[in-house]
């Protein structure tokens, strides 16, 4: 029989082959690297048998798919090792997550990580044993016998919910069975490097009215190299940590009187602010309007976005005058509210509505972290109005703007277009017209991207980016959302060239994605030490005597007119003290002024990161400053 490789090639081999021996016929060192192969875009395992046609990609560890297949595996190593320890232990789920794994799990007897050590051991016995793994599957009453017979009642429940055509699949290495759809390792000892890292609490299918379950969290990495710059970056992030420097820098607090909602301290407001400057600065050259809509609306207009039926849950609501009402969880139905004001012609658009929107969303406290997970933020979301012809132009044009805000900040990033999910509205044949659009437009500009399927959101396809910080962490913030449905829901519309009535194509985009998340972001990407121009104290300024106070101070007023943020700092502290509190705080600049520099009209610059001092005269240091502010120049 033939088969098809990725690049187009054939080759033959024999009836029953499996992936493996297709990967030991193209070359040794592609058999040693499998971890498992993709059958018509299909992942399986290395085991499953081809047919005559079959289009074959082998994975290994470096792809995507591969790492994930590896860490999967981890979980099962996991599952295996801590019902050894511990057998009167119940097994929940197990998947992957980024960089690693973990199992949720029902211990008659509550495990500290002081148990890790015994578990690990146990996982390693596992992985030297060379285990190979194998795939079972059963029909529905034998898979609920056998998951009975092990007391496995977690695994029971699934059973009975999955589909009544589900194919029941179970993966065994020696004598531990689990249920899993797979695919997995050819055996275990692929593993080479991995280990548990911290212990957590989980309800049993992520709700409340459930037993809580205890969730083990592991890291597992191709290599021990690999782990171990992973583990060294972790240690760079503990140092970085945003809502540590937070409270130390004074720029927000999290307090219990508002779980999820962040207070903003002068520190913080300045950088907010800034950062909003910014972003109008830019809109307004890109011809963007900006607009701002209410934080509550009524039902009717959420049943109508569809965000009642799809979004219900993570929504707060009210009653008011007797009608039911919603914080707004996003800003774009209040848009589209907007674009009906008043009627449009096809000569108005593109039209380009911005909006820096509050909104509220609920998420459950054990999900909460700083200003990463949120209960309220600003989302700064613009919606594009535009004519079927125009997609492909605005798309580029929120790119390009997107992209020169990322380099701004020294961020490098990846783009993903995620496609239709089960629970979307619209007809197939407008999904597959908005994603060709992102595809083309994406496709144009030479961008990689890659495809993350049935990720988008329930009105569209999508574009997101995912940064890239100063330590190797990526975060998605930046997203490009095309949308046909809302238009149509809303009813839309503009005078065509003809004459007649037609329904505008919309965008929906953000850049920042959340103002506090992207702060969050910011202060561990630069660890609290920004540039200049973000900086919420630019200048300090330290008087030696009392008798350089006037100096002091007559020089913050020359900054402070020329837009620099300056203090002066008049406490009867030791200098050298003053000074190592000013680098505490991270200000980019600590001018020491005494009699000579008073009598000279100079100042000595302590420019933070940089440890010779100079002295320079005051204007050309407020002319340097100055610059660096207006050029917004990282160091």
Known sequence: MEIILKNGDKISLNEGATCANAASA?????????????????????????????????????????????????????????????????????????????????????????????????????????????????????????????????????????????????????????????????????????????????????????????RIYGVAFATKDEMKAYFEMMEEAKKRDHIRLGKELKLFALLNEGKGFPFFLPNGMVLKNTLVDYWRELHRKENYVEIQTPIILTRNLWENSGHWEHYKDNMYTTKIDGEDCAVKPMNCPGGMLVYKLEPHSYKDLPLRAAEMGMVHRHEKSGQLHGLFRVRCFTQDDAHIFMLPEQITDEIKGVVRLTDKIYKQFGFKYKVELSTRPEDSMGSAEDWELATSALKKALDEMNIDYEINEGDGAFYGPKIDFHLQDSIGRTWQCGTIQLDFQMPQRFELEYVGEDGKKHRPIMIHRAIFGSIERFIGILIEHFAGKFPVWLAPKQVKILPITDRTADYANDICKKLTALGVRAEVDLRSEKIGYKIREAKMEKVPYVLVVGDKEAEEGTVNVNKRGVEEKSTVAFDDFAKTIVGEIEQKINF
């Not at 040693?32 to 005559?52: M, P, Q």
């Not at 591969?66 to 190593?77: D, I, K, M, Q």
């Not at 065994?172 to 548990?196: N, V, W, Y």
Request: hydrophobic share 40%.
């Open 26 to 214: 193209i070359s040794e060192g592609l058999a040693r690297a499998a971890v498992a192969a993709k059958i018509n875009g299909k992942l399986v395992d290395l085991c499953t048998v081809l047919n005559d046609g079959d289009k074959l990609e082998i994975v290994t560890l470096k792809d995507k798919e591969g790492l994930e297949v590896y860490r999967h595996t981890c979980s099962h190593v996991l599952a295996q090792a801590v019902k050894t320890v511990f057998p009167t232990c119940n097994l929940a789920i197990g998947p992957v997550i980024e960089n690693g794994f973990y199992y949720d799990i029902d211990f008659k007897t509550p495990i500290t990580q002081e148990d890790f050590e015994k578990i690990e051991t146990e996982m390693a016995k596992i992985i030297k044993s060379n285990i190979a793994i194998k795939r079972f599957e059963l029909p529905r009453d034998e898979a609920i016998a056998l998951m009975t017979k092990y007391g496995e009642k977690y695994k029971v429940e699934l059973i009975n919910d999955l589909p009544e055509d589900a194919v029941i699949s179970f993966y065994k290495q020696g004598t531990f069975s689990d249920l899993c759809r797979g695919p997995h390792l050819p055996s275990t000892g692929k593993i080479k490097a991995f280990k548990l890292t911290s212990i957590a609490g989980a309800y049993w299918r992520g709700d409340e009215k459930n037993k809580m379950l205890t």
